[in-house]
């Protein structure tokens, strides 16, 4: 049957393990739980859970509308069909330093491997839109705290965002990536760097693991993974790109179903039903189900 064979507990290790190997890893954002089963299948390292993916699959802006409790809902759903490690986008931790603590204990009861805080005001906004604002440095570091001290799993991987470069520029940026790993953090997410001679700044400046966000339509460039990894980023993000595969191929398909009648020219273009029923374990499901009809008691005393 379709669910995770491994605890969240072996899944946090194993992501400690993978940061710690010097290798990149290759990050796609999950839009839901059989997508994050099909991420698995295409033999990626880890799976992610997009704030913005799941306020657009909610249809809301990414501008802090979601709730902590929607957002580990989601996440409990997809860690229970992955044996990937899941990182969560926990936006600002959704309200005071009280409010990180009690988001990341939500998201280590959901199976999560990890999650980002990031040092924006609420409401937050994109992380590539002009108009952003960021918390003083001290605001932060106690929101990071809070959650480092919240914390019941050594494992469960705690990542502070700063949102600082478009603000403040790279060097404040990189201050307060300091002071967050002073904080508790135990990874950092610099976001919308301009070039690559920034992502190499970061990288010389920060020895904990980085994560590389190349989301598509930002302010950054998008580097391929090897270069990444010669500048030595531990994570390479792709927060965005099936959500906006999938929209894509959706508005495609409903202008050709009405302008046509038919849907009958885009089946080439489909996952076949049995592809479907391939992912999804059918077989396994008649198998278990087979074998419960099949169960009988050994007779009585």
Known sequence: ML??????????????EQLASGRLLKMPGAINPYSARLIEETGFDAAYLSGAVLAADLGLPDIGLTTSVEIAARA?????????PVLVDADTGFGEPMNAARTLQLMEDAGLAGLHLEDQVNPKRCGHLDGKTVVPRADMARRVRAAADARRDPDFLLMARTDARAVEGLDA?????????????????????????EFAAFRKAVDV??????????KGPLLDAATLEDLGYNIALYPVTL?????????????????????ESLLPRM??????????????????????????????D
Do not use: C, W
């Open 3 to 16: 669910h995770t064979r491994t605890t969240p507990a072996e899944r946090r290790r194993r992501f400690r």
């Open 209 to 218: 693991s980085l994560l590389a966000n190349m989301t598509e339509f930002g």
């Open 173 to 197: 940026a990189i201050d307060r990536a300091k002071a967050y790993v002073d904080a508790g953090a135990d990874a950092i997410f610099p976001e919308a760097l301009a070039d690559e001679a």
């Open 271 to 300: 996952q076949t039903r049995s592809r479907l029923y391939e992912v999804l374990g059918y077989a396994d499901y008649a198998t278990f189900d087979a074998g419960v009809l099949d169960f009988t008691l050994p007779p009585g």
């Open 243 to 263: 959500f906006r595969l999938a929209m894509g191929a959706i508005e495609d398909g409903l202008r050709t179903l009405a302008a046509r009648g038919t849907q």
């Open 76 to 84: 409990q759903q997809v860690t229970r069909v992955t044996d990937l």
